[in-house]
């Protein structure tokens, strides 16, 4: 299995405060991913990244940043928790000799509770 | 843009009956597609994977075929377990931002 591990595993937080969930691969995988796993839509991207510093927006993007400063972290922020951000997140990561279509293999899930 | 359908669940299925979970996809290009597992209270795990037209995925006794002319990916496994008892997820990639596209999955519970 890749190695990819994600922090925390849950959290519960209130409206209007940041939160930053972590994610880390020890894999060399040059792209990484965050989704939202919400119940009726299946897994949706939020913010991906092709490279270190080289990120860009997913499909429910909104009131979510990332950064990438090395190749094994991707980091998803929550500038302002709203209750409408509780889900489940999913890091994944791929693409270890540079193709887009490679495997994408996922951490183990961060379960988000905003009151 | 691109898009996965897949069967709605939830199916419940005695043990040793077989499993068909029909997928179909719209995509430009040619994609990869996926099928992932997610056990409960577990991220999803890859189950099997066609990367062309007419490639067979399989393991674990699963199998799919990549079918352009249908535009389809089917997951089959021939006698199922309560092992198996998880949802299911197709999906391709392949679009410029390289992420996978997910059907909403399909919740399988096999009883023994």
């Known amino acids: 299995d890749a190695g990819i591990t994600q922090s925390p595993r849950h959290k519960v937080t209130e409206t209007g405060t940041p939160v930053t969930l972590r994610c880390h691969q020890t894999?060399?995988?040059?792209?990484m991913y965050w989704y939202r796993q919400d119940p009726g839509h299946g897994l949706r991207l939020i913010h991906y990244?092709?490279?270190?510093?080289?990120?860009d927006k997913g499909e429910v993007s909104d009131g979510y940043s990332v950064s990438r400063s090395k190749t094994e972290d991707f980091l998803l922020t929550l500038e302002s928790a709203t209750s409408s951000q509780t889900s489940v997140y999913f890091c994944?990561?791929?693409?270890?000799?540079?193709?887009?279509?490679?495997?994408?293999?996922f951490g183990p899930g961060t379960r988000l509770l905003v009151l | 843009g691109d898009s996965v359908t897949q069967m709605e669940g939830p199916v419940t299925l005695s043990e040793e009956a077989f499993l068909t979970i029909n997928c179909t996809y719209t995509?430009?290009?040619?994609?990869?597609l996926f099928w992932y597992v997610q056990y409960p209270g577990e991220g999803l795990q890859l189950l099997l994977k066609?990367?062309?037209?007419?490639d067979k995925g399989s393991n674990k006794g699963f199998e799919a075929t990549y079918r352009k002319e249908t535009t389809s990916f089917h997951l089959e496994k021939g006698s199922v377990q309560v092992s198996d008892s998880a949802v299911y997820f197709c999906?391709?990639?392949?679009?410029?931002?390289?992420?996978?596209?997910f059907g909403k999955g399909t919740k399988l519970s096999v009883k023994p």
């Open positions: 999906a391709l990639t392949g679009g410029s931002q390289g992420n996978l596209i």
């Open positions: 994944a990561s791929g693409g270890a000799s540079g193709e887009l279509q490679e495997t994408q293999y």
């Open positions: 995509a430009t290009g040619y994609p990869s």
């Open positions: 066609a990367t062309k037209a007419d």
């Open positions: 990244s092709y490279g270190v510093k080289d990120t």
């Open positions: 894999e060399n995988h040059r792209y």
